[in-house]
């Protein structure tokens, strides 16, 4: 099937496994590793020229940068 562009009325696959997780749900070891990983990301920006900091900053994910 496949959709056309501006279709209002198409339906959204959305796999069934798929769940937002929240901080609750993580263990103090993950919560501990993101924070980790906020800082280094954080340390490294604030050395970037502006120009490759918006570059960066425009990311989403690691394998984007």
């Known amino acids: 099937m496949i959709l056309e562009p501006g279709d ?3 339906e959204v696959p959305v796999n ?3 769940h937002v997780q929240t901080n609750d749900e993580l263990t103090e ?3 501990k590793q993101i924070k980790a990983n906020d800082q280094a990301i ?3 920006l ?3 020229p ?3 900091y918006a570059a960066v900053d425009s990311c ?3 394998q984007e940068i």
Do not use: A, P
Request: aromatic share 4%; net charge negative.
């Open 42 to 44: 954080h340390t490294i």
């Open 8 to 10: 209002q009325n198409r």
């Open 60 to 62: 989403e994910t690691v």
């Open 50 to 52: 502006e120009d490759i």
């Open 16 to 18: 069934e496994t798929f």
């Open 46 to 48: 604030l050395g970037l």
């Open 29 to 31: 070891k993950e919560l």
